[in-house]
């Protein structure tokens, strides 16, 4: 991989020590550019000429064909959303919940997957099950939690693919033994995946999959892509509905419910200047391909924890172990808020990066993109905020 020619590419490398993606990633070029094009076309020759609408429906197909192939699902699977956390919602609303029905997550979950399913709890008396996990917990000890919570009224389990909060990556293909066996729902928020770990639907066998643009895809905010297993799509009911929710759109005194398709879940108008954009991001990191990305990412994260593990101040909360490791670290330093070291390195060192508040810390998001330079300068700047 030539990370130089990569970088040159993106911007924001040249300001910056950018380890931020898993919040939102940098941009390159194209894909700015693909999105100028795309709004300069529609301002010059009109949004709805037959050429250009035309063209705009080819890129609507070519997103969603380039989202397809990214998971390895069946474009009959998947529709284009707007983020995450729109996948995750069409998916939590449209099922039916009854009362007593349980959903087992974890406490390191972002609130994109407990506030949907604590929601359920709220309208229709489902029972939301908080596991207790370390930051690092190890495999066997996930999978014999989840398997000790599951009764006979669980109806999904619903986790991060890759946890936002430490960076713990999920044995997500155990746990869909221990789900599909026993016809248990398996909703997985892949916000922190897409873009970072090689992804296969196929092979991963799960039933909802919701994915994002922004972040390790490093395209624009406002595209993601959502995947239903195709047995499951007509057990979905739409949400917000319009005509592709219909079979019969045009006629006013009949209505058919589409059912089986994954179209009825797009609303009217989007923009197609971001979908351009998002084809670009994909066509980015397809160059490398995301499986050579996964490695590189792991190994930036490799040289940061075996940097900080025993730096006196320095307490890691990810991960060490590599199969449940990923490019996000995060840690916490004595005697400092995650929100002021965030600010400090900054504020010192132009390294821009967040805080997580469960378990509270300061996370760092190792990309392709990043340098072992770059790894070195967190280091050192860690180092002199203790
Ligand atoms: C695990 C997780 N889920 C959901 C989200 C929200 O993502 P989106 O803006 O794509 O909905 C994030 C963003 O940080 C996240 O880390």
Redesign the pocket.
């Known amino acids: 991989m030539d990370v130089l020619k990569i970088r040159e590419q993106i911007p924001v490398c040249q300001n910056m020590t950018y380890v931020n993606t ?2 939102s990633g940098p941009s390159p070029f194209s894909v700015v550019k693909a999105i100028k094009d795309r709004l300069d076309l529609e301002m010059n020759q009109g949004p709805t000429t037959s050429e250009v609408y035309q063209a705009g429906r080819d890129i609507q197909a070519n997103i969603k064909t380039a989202m397809a192939d990214l998971i390895n699902a069946s474009v009959d699977e998947l529709c284009v959303t707007r ?4 996948g ?1 919602n069409i998916v939590m609303n449209g099922l039916t919940w009854e009362e007593g029905d349980e959903i087992i997550t974890c406490d390191l ?2 609130s ?2 407990l506030i949907p399913s604590y929601y359920q709890q709220h309208r229709h008396g489902a029972v939301v099950k908080v596991l207790q996990f370390n930051p690092n917990e190890n495999r066997e000890s996930i999978l014999e939690k989840i398997s000790d919570a599951i009764t006979d009224r669980t109806k999904m389990v619903f986790l ?1 693919h ?3 909060s430490t960076g713990l990556r999920m044995p997500v293909k155990e746990i869909r033994q221990l789900t599909k066996s026993r016809e248990i729902f398996m909703l997985l ?1 892949g ?2 995946s897409a873009g970072h770990i090689a992804l296969d639907m196929k092979d991963l066998d799960c039933d909802f999959y919701s994915i ?1 643009g ?2 390790w895809l490093l395209g624009p ?1 406002g595209v ?1 892509a959502l995947y239903i297993r195709q047995d499951l799509i007509s057990q979905v009911q739409p949400t917000f509905v319009a005509g592709r929710s219909s079979l019969s759109p045009g006629n006013p005194y009949g209505f058919e419910p589409n059912v089986e398709s994954m179209d009825k879940f797009l609303l009217t108008s989007t923009s197609v200047a971001l979908q351009a954009g998002a084809l670009e991001a994909i066509r980015f990191v397809n160059d490398p391909g995301v499986a050579a990305i996964e490695e590189r990412d792991l190994d930036l994260s490799t040289i940061l924890k075996q940097a900080l593990v025993d730096v006196p101040g320095i307490n890691l909360l990810s991960p060490m172990d590599r199969q449940d490791s990923t490019g996000l670290v995060s840690l916490t330093v004595d005697g400092m808020t995650p929100e002021e070291a965030v600010n400090r390195l900054w504020q010192e060192h132009r390294i821009v990066c967040r805080q997580v508040s469960f378990p509270p810390g300061l996370r760092i998001s190792l990309h392709f993109f990043n340098t072992e330079e770059e790894v070195e300068q967190v280091v050192e700047a860690l180092k002199r905020l203790v």
């Not at 983020?83 to 729109?86: A, I, L």
């Open positions: 898993g919040w983020n995450t956390t729109e995750l979950e972002h994109s997957v991060s890759v946890e936002y928020d916000a922190q994002p922004q972040k905010e993601g």
